[in-house]
């Protein structure tokens, strides 16, 4: 009717919709990527923080060596003396990105370093992070929800906070995968193609490659398809998105050596067996009901269920028996910890003493999605009018990801698109709604360049009001009622704009609430700008502050690495607490002890019993783990407040865990943790107190430390088996090379050292029986 | 003390053997000054010499002989006729310089002969000045000190001029950083002021005399050497000459050993310390822009810059004090504007940049210069005033496809001295610059001709397969239906407006609006049906659409029937209306009626539902 009346404005105004939501789309993609180059702005083109040095450190190594020298590397700069299988325990997939990337650029004769590649990987995926987050939006409500979402998810804090320019790692790319694995997702839900299924199962595997957060995609798609059998949506399109995915996705995921058999093995995947079972039987049942007649449909059910049932309980028991004989659970302790927000505390400091790791506090919430927590209920609402597939999978994605922010700050990087996705939805159905009021009020229905049927012009005035009435009366009344009210929105274009006409409000009202929305948006993007620019743009390896006599950089950590990478030997080892391993390793190219992939829970508890003891004790410990070089970072003197010595307790307590002779309460006097005169005789006498204080008391005459807000207790003291060989601008790291034993007493360390050598060594696997982490 | 008497012994023999060559030469140095500047760590000495020829041949070079722990070390050599004394007043240019081997002179020396503009006549004379740079000659004395000691630095030459000939006058004069010594060898006739030590005058030495000498000092310059330098020249005809550096660097005096306390290192950097340098200073043409400095783990933030319009001066600071045997490297970079740089002559262009490198007080043992023209450069030449190492190789960058031929000069002990203009000669034809954007440009346009070509064009593999065919018949089937589903939303449009004109009867009792409402529909209805038809014909021919043809016709049925109880019920209302019955009336009588509509409203809207899902 439309059609073929008017095709010429009608296809136009279609063809200029598409191409304006082609360069809003474009608009996007340079937003997100150009609020993130805040950092490169206002400090430099640097890799930012700790794990993004290592994963720089893999993909130079990848790019020098090639991918199968990368499968296959062992890296023996770290975790010495064990060393590490790099290939098999990293996630590849943020590094083969970037290398291919690089490879890409070198071919067409661009020379760009690896260093800004992997430097500009994380924003530009951000770029494609929100295109993909209008796939998502669109599939689920439109394409003017899509853009919404795409703008509001391209500013969003809490990913620009892991996704700034040099902040490389995992998330940067497993974001955009898991937004888009989504996409794709229902994308096959609408349509119910299998070549949407296949992409999908190749999203998935790109996810399993980027990041370990992987196992939500795993366990909320399964979680989609249960609620869709459950209320009865269950369709053949469904079947579709499911089931091509698991199969296709764990035969891929067994693929990554670092998943490898975890794909069939460990329990965050049963969820996916078990509802692959489920759909099947369903697929089955359904099939059975269309070629049997009702009665005949009945006997079946009943025998079936009865020996379905029989069959599920064995099942069922032998699952439970497999994953109760292993200790944890077949749960890995990230994940229980996840299930459980208590149990990391309880058993793995490890895991508990990343703050990433703790449970957020409410402002966190605002600082990190802002106005977007106020949008996600009315988001919520919107995705039930109607609801469909889709949107009840927005419904089930954003009611999840709530959950795991509130048990980790980390996880509100998987909350924030699911927030964008409600918010969008939210503010383009009330945009839609109030433009729609104002249009309507304003040019009146002959006017309205909207309506496109002639014939029905006459009606729609004397319809209004009878009709409007009636429908507010629909809305309150009989599920049914409502059930019909969306079928004519949804089917019947006609009836639809019609009815939309009804939903009209008053002009004054409309303006006022598109102004406050816009209000509202403007916030936010204040907001975010200033999250990006301030909050979350430094490096954290520069330190900046403001005086009265201008800006003043801290550049320590790269002072003390550059001297280690230079005026070291090659192959020395340098000890530090694990926080420092990766930039140890990627900027000063040295050996580490440990470093922060933390895979050996004895180690780390190792370098923290020898930084708890005395330094006699400690010195044995290091020397026996072949080190020649000590670093401590200290921010006594400027006021940098993350040093070791406020980490020092987590240290304690990790090496108590595995060495029960470090026991916390000697460091804490009547609990508390102190460094003044007050403090225990064993902590005023442990390594990290003595290297974090040598000769401090120097500098102003009482050692006043400017973090904790106190004069140190134990003011003079010499070292006698350790000497410092440097220390930077600022004292904020501090190194030590450990002294050759002097000639006299050589026969006696000797025997003691063997004695506590084997000591520890008997210890420790006493320890590693008792808990076996990882 | 050990290392340098034994090397003391060493000379003292050499010298001995000296004395046994004969030597024959008519040449007599009748005057020589010698200065010998050791307050940086390079030893810079200042030859000059008043040559006359007593023999009968006029003599056209001059030898200059060094021992071989010299020339080991030589960097830099010139000699130049200074004016004034000669009559034939030349120059100020320097004389060309070759290494030689003339015979009967003993092979322990390492000889080089000053080719001179004009033949020395018999009886003529010449003052000669010749200068000579040594790297690597000091040696820190004691090899390893602690933070707080000063640097110790002992040097050794001999107190007379080495030479073949027979000097009849010399003098020497040793000038130091420091007035501060800690021993020196005392001859005769040796004086020791302020920070210069002098040696002679001596008279009427014979040739090869040589007398050793050591003088142990505190040198407190540092000692900065560069251990590889690699600079690179990048030329660009869009505006630019972009040079990067690479220093590779190391304190080479006397190395720290114990403890580093930054504390004493803070409070008394001048004691604590004295050896070691915190920054460089490096001079800059003026106009550079874009200036950088960082090193492999990113920007060092200790830098400042000065400019005016002679000279930018570039102030570094290493990441930490550089002390005694520490090393580090770093980058710095920085652009030029092509215009004081590149010039044309004879339709050839040419580079005229300097060839060291921009710190006057850095030793490079390993310079390495490459010299990046663009890419389509011919014909390429250059031009260098001292012998340096040649070749070429070719680099690839910014979407290059044949490179960029790159010279590259590389050369051992490079001094400032050394800072001298080198040429380089190529032929640039300014069209290849439009090459890589006109390629851009290109490739753009493929890539949007390409998307245009798979827009429009059908890629199906095979017209005649059965699931294209089935499938352009599914696509015909999804339109019929479309349409089908149109004329059953107008139908029910229609049928709202029924209802509609009966409320406005129940409203206002105008039985002839309402009269001629319903003819208008029953008009509409039937033109539409008489639509409805073709398509209902092709959905019952077309294979592809018997899973929906049941729904399909029910709908059409159900359709029928809603539209006889709705013109049944509309007919019974106008009816009694025109009997004028009671409102209660009308609606008993309807009401059987209305219940079988709503319901049949109902189905009808499921059906659709259903053939919508479809």
Same mark, same amino acid.
């Given at each position: 009717?439309?059609?073929?009346?008017?095709?010429?404005?009608?296809?136009?105004r279609h063809a200029f919709g598409n191409v304006l939501s082609f360069f809003v789309l474009l608009l996007i993609g340079v937003l997100a990527f150009s609020i993130r180059l805040f950092s490169v702005i206002k400090y430099e083109?640097?890799?930012?923080?700790?794990?993004?040095?290592?994963?720089?450190?893999?993909?130079?190594?990848?790019?020098?060596?090639?991918?199968?020298?990368?499968?296959?590397?062992?890296?023996?700069?770290?975790?010495?003396?064990?060393?590490?299988?790099?290939?098999?325990?990293?996630?590849?997939?943020?590094?083969?990105?970037?290398?291919?990337?690089?490879?890409?650029?070198?071919?067409?004769? &661009?020379?760009?370093?690896?260093?800004?590649?992997?430097?500009?990987?994380?924003?530009?995926?951000?770029?494609?992070?929100?295109?993909?987050?209008? %796939?998502?939006?669109?599939?689920?409500?439109?394409?003017?929800?899509?853009?919404?979402?795409?703008?509001?998810?391209?500013?969003?804090?809490?990913? &620009?906070?892991?996704?700034?320019?040099?902040?490389?790692?995992?998330?940067?790319?497993?974001?955009?995968?898991?937004?888009?694995?989504?996409?794709?997702?229902?994308?096959?839900?609408?349509?119910?193609?299998?070549?949407?299924?296949?992409?999908?199962?190749?999203?998935?595997?790109?996810?399993v490659c980027s990041w370990g957060g992987y196992t939500f995609i795993i366990n909320l798609i399964p979680m989609h398809v249960l609620l869709c059998i459950v209320t009865g949506r269950y369709s053949s399109r469904l079947y579709i998105a499911y089931a091509p995915l698991v199969v296709l996705g764990t035969l891929l995921a067994s693929l990554v050596p670092v998943v490898g058999f975890n794909a069939v093995m460990t329990s965050e995947h049963f969820a996916s067996f078990l509802?692959?079972?489920?759909?099947?039987?369903?697929? %089955?049942?359904?099939?059975?009901?269309?070629? %049997?007649?009702?009665?005949?449909?009945?006997?079946?059910?009943?025998?079936?269920?009865? #020996?379905?049932? &029989?069959?599920?309980?064995? #099942?069922?028991?032998?699952?439970?028996?497999?994953?109760?004989?292993?200790?944890?659970?077949?749960?890995?302790?990230?994940? %229980?910890?996840?299930?459980?927000?208590?149990?990391?505390?309880?058993?793995i400091p490890i895991i508990a003493s990343v703050s990433e790791h703790q449970p957020p506090t409410w402002p966190s919430y605002f600082m990190d999605i802002n106005v977007l927590a106020f949008l996600v209920p009315a988001g919520i609402i919107a995705c039930f009018l109607p609801l469909s597939d889709a949107s009840s999978f927005a419904v089930l994605y954003i009611v999840t990801s709530v959950y795991f922010s509130g048990v980790m700050v980390r996880l509100m990087l998987v909350l924030a698109p699911a927030a964008c996705i409600m918010s969008g939805i939210a503010l383009s159905e009330a945009f839609d709604v109030f433009t729609r009021s104002i249009k309507f009020q304003l040019f009146g229905a002959t006017k309205d360049p909207q309506v496109n049927a002639g014939d029905t012009n006459v009606t729609q005035n004397e319809v209004v009001k009878p009709e409007k009435s009636e429908d507010s009366l629909k809305e309150r009344s009989s599920r049914k009622s409502k059930k019909k009210e969306k079928e004519n929105v949804e089917t019947v274009p006609l009836v639809s704009r019609i009815e939309k006409k009804l939903l009209v409000l008053p002009l004054e009202a409309s303006l006022i609430a598109i102004f406050l929305l816009v209000l509202l948006g403007a916030f936010y993007v204040v907001h975010c700008v200033w999250a990006a620019a301030e909050a979350y743009s430094a490096p954290s390896i520069v330190l900046t502050s403001r005086s009265h006599d201008g800006l003043h950089v801290f550049d320590d950590f790269r002072e003390a690495y550059a001297w280690l990478r230079h005026n070291t030997d090659v192959d020395?080892?340098?000890?530090?607490?694990?926080?420092?391993?990766?930039?140890?390793?990627?900027?000063?190219?040295?050996?580490?002890?440990?470093?922060n992939n933390t895979w050996n829970n004895t180690h780390i508890a190792t370098v923290g019993t020898a930084m708890s003891s005395p330094e006699k004790a400690a010195w044995e410990i290091f020397n026996s783990l072949d080190v020649k070089y000590v670093l401590v970072v200290f921010g006594g003197l400027v006021g940098y407040p993350s040093d070791d010595i406020n980490k020092f307790l987590w240290m304690v307590r990790i090496g108590g865990g595995v060495f029960p002779h470090i026991k916390e309460p000697d460091y804490l006097r009547d609990g508390q943790y102190r460094i003044d005169s007050q403090a225990t005789p064993t902590m005023l006498n442990c390594l990290m107190y003595k290297l974090s204080y040598y000769r401090f008391v120097e500098t102003d005459g009482r050692?006043?430390?400017?973090?904790?807000?106190?004069? &140190?207790?134990?003011?003079?003291?010499?070292?006698?088996?350790?000497?410092e060989v440097f220390t930077t601008h600022h004292w904020m790291v501090r190194i030590y090379k450990l002294k050759s034993p002097r000639n006299r007493v050589r026969g006696k360390t000797k025997k003691s050292k063997s004695k506590s050598t084997s000591t520890s060594i008997s210890r420790r696997s006493g320890a590693r029986k008792k808990n076996p982490w990882h | 003390m050990k290392r340098i008497r034994f090397d003391l012994s060493l000379l003292f023999v050499f010298g001995f053997c000296m004395s046994f060559s004969t030597v024959c030469s008519d040449l007599v140095i009748s005057k020589l000054d010698r200065r010998i500047d050791l307050t940086s760590q390079l030893v810079r000495t200042t030859v000059s010499l008043k040559v006359e020829n007593n023999g009968v041949d006029s003599v056209s070079e001059i030898l200059l002989p060094f021992p071989e722990h010299q020339a080991r070390n030589l960097a830099f050599l010139s000699a130049m006729i200074s004016e004034g004394k000669d009559k034939t007043k030349s120059s100020?240019?320097?004389?060309?310089?070759?290494?030689?081997?003339?015979?009967?002179?003993?092979?322990?020396?390492?000889?080089?002969?000053?080719?001179?503009?004009?033949?020395?006549?018999?009886?003529?004379?010449?003052?000669?000045?010749?200068?000579?740079?040594?790297?690597?000659?000091?040696?820190?004395?004691?090899?390893?000190?602690?933070?707080?000691?000063?640097?110790?630095?002992?040097?050794?030459?001999?107190?007379?001029?080495?030479?073949?000939?027979?000097?009849?006058?010399?003098?020497?004069?040793?000038?130091?950083?420091?007035?501060?010594?800690?021993?020196?060898?005392?001859?005769?006739?040796?004086?020791?002021?302020?920070?210069?030590?002098?040696?002679?005058p001596y008279e009427n030495l014979p040739p090869f005399s040589y007398t050793p000498i050591v003088v142990h000092y505190v040198g407190n310059k540092p000692f900065a050497v560069a251990q590889e330098l690699v600079r690179e020249i990048e030329i660009s005809h869009w505006g630019n000459v972009q040079i990067t550096e690479n220093y590779n660097l190391v304190h080479a005096g006397a190395e720290i050993t114990g403890e580093f306390s930054r504390l004493d290192y803070q409070a008394r950097p001048h004691v604590r310390g004295a050896s070691a340098f915190r920054n460089l200073v490096a001079k800059l043409p003026p106009r550079a822009h874009s200036i950088y400095y960082r090193d492999e783990i990113g920007n060092i933030s200790t830098s400042n810059v000065w400019s005016d319009s002679a000279k930018t001066l570039l102030e570094i600071e290493p990441r930490y004090p550089m002390f005694g045997g520490w090393r580090t490297s770093f980058t710095i970079g920085y652009g030029l504007p092509l215009k004081d740089f590149v010039f044309q002559s004879e339709g050839k262009r040419f580079l005229n940049i300097s060839f060291g490198c921009p710190m006057s007080d850095v030793v490079i043992e390993n310079l390495i210069v490459k010299i990046v023209l663009p890419e389509g450069s011919k014909e390429i030449s250059v031009s260098v005033p001292f012998p340096v190492k040649q070749s070429q190789e070719t680099k690839f960058s910014h979407l290059d496809m044949v490179g960029r031929p790159v010279i590259v000069l590389e050369k051992k002990n490079v001094v400032p001295e050394h800072n001298q203009y080198i040429q380089v000669y190529y032929r640039f034809c300014n069209l290849s610059l439009l090459w890589e954007p006109l390629m851009l440009i290109f490739g753009f346009f493929l890539f949007f001709v390409a998307c245009i070509v798979y827009m429009h064009a059908d890629f199906t593999i095979s017209k005649s397969s059965p699931s294209y065919v089935a499938k352009l018949q599914w696509d015909e089937v999804q339109t019929a239906i479309q349409q089908f589903q149109n004329i059953m939303n107008?139908?029910?449009?229609?049928?709202?407006?029924?209802?509609?004109?009966?409320?406005?009867?129940?409203?206002?009792?105008?039985?002839?609006?309402?009269?001629?409402?319903?003819?208008?529909?029953?008009?509409?209805?039937?033109?539409?049906?008489? +639509?409805?038809?073709?398509?209902?014909?092709?959905?019952?021919?077309?294979?592809?659409?018997?899973?929906?043809?049941?729904?399909?016709?029910?709908?059409?049925?159900? +359709?029928?029937?809603?539209?006889?109880?709705?013109?049944?019920?509309?007919?019974?209302?106008?009816?009694?209306?025109?009997?004028?019955?009671?409102?209660?009336?009308? +609606?008993?009588?309807?009401?059987?009626?209305?219940?079988?509509?709503?319901?049949?409203?109902?189905?009808?809207?499921?059906?659709?539902?259903?053939?919508? +899902?479809?």
């Open positions: 009717m439309a059609a073929p009346e008017t095709p010429q404005p009608d296809t136009l083109s640097v890799i930012h923080e700790f794990d993004p040095y290592f994963n720089y450190r893999v993909t130079q190594y990848l790019t020098k060596s090639g991918v199968y020298d990368f499968w296959n590397w062992f890296d023996d700069r770290t975790w010495y003396p064990l060393g590490r299988v790099i290939g098999g325990t990293v996630y590849p997939g943020l590094t083969l990105t970037a290398g291919t990337l690089w490879r890409i650029l070198n071919f067409l004769n &661009i020379p760009l370093s690896v260093e800004t590649v992997c430097v500009f990987t994380a924003p530009i995926f951000s770029a494609f992070a929100s295109w993909a987050t209008y %796939l998502l939006t669109k599939e689920v409500k439109g394409a003017g929800a899509g853009l919404t979402a795409a703008a509001l998810l391209a500013m969003v804090p809490s990913y &620009i906070s892991r996704s700034v320019a040099g902040s490389y790692d995992n998330e940067a790319v497993a974001i955009f995968a898991l937004i888009f694995t989504f996409y794709l997702y229902i994308k096959t839900l609408n349509t119910g193609s299998l070549f949407y299924a296949t992409l999908n199962a190749i999203a998935y595997f790109y996810m509802v692959f079972i489920i759909i099947h039987v369903v697929a %089955l049942v359904y099939y059975i009901k269309g070629i %049997l007649t009702p009665q005949m449909f009945k006997v079946a059910v009943t025998l079936v269920v009865s #020996v379905g049932l &029989i069959v599920c309980g064995a #099942v069922l028991a032998v699952l439970i028996a497999l994953v109760a004989s292993s200790p944890t659970k077949g749960w890995s302790g990230r994940s %229980l910890s996840l299930l459980d927000p208590t149990y990391a505390s309880k058993y020395d080892k340098v000890a530090s607490w694990w926080d420092y391993g990766y930039q140890t390793t990627a900027m000063a190219n040295r050996t580490v002890i440990v470093d050692g006043f430390d400017r973090v904790r807000h106190t004069e &140190i207790g134990k003011k003079y003291f010499k070292l006698t088996h350790f000497e | 100020s240019g320097s004389l060309p310089i070759e290494a030689t081997n003339p015979k009967g002179k003993p092979p322990s020396l390492t000889w080089y002969s000053v080719s001179l503009p004009k033949e020395l006549s018999k009886g003529g004379s010449l003052t000669l000045e010749v200068k000579a740079v040594f790297t690597h000659v000091l040696r820190p004395f004691p090899e390893k000190i602690s933070q707080a000691d000063v640097q110790l630095v002992a040097f050794q030459d001999s107190a007379h001029y080495l030479s073949p000939y027979t000097v009849k006058v010399q003098s020497l004069t040793i000038k130091l950083p420091e007035p501060r010594v800690e021993s020196y060898t005392k001859l005769e006739n040796t004086k020791f002021s302020g920070t210069e030590i002098k040696y002679g107008r139908c029910l449009v229609v049928h709202d407006k029924l209802e509609a004109s009966l409320r406005e009867l129940s409203r206002n009792g105008n039985v002839q609006a309402c009269k001629a409402a319903r003819k208008a529909a029953d008009s509409l209805l039937k033109e539409l049906s008489k +639509e409805l038809k073709p398509i209902l014909s092709f959905l019952q021919s077309s294979p592809q659409a018997v899973q929906i043809m049941p729904k399909v016709e029910e709908l059409v049925s159900k +359709e029928r029937e809603l539209q006889e109880k709705l013109m049944l019920k509309h007919s019974t209302v106008v009816d009694s209306y025109e009997k004028k019955s009671g409102g209660r009336d009308i +609606e008993n009588r309807v009401a059987a009626v209305q219940q079988k509509i709503t319901l049949l409203r109902q189905e009808v809207d499921e059906i659709l539902e259903v053939i919508d +899902e479809i």
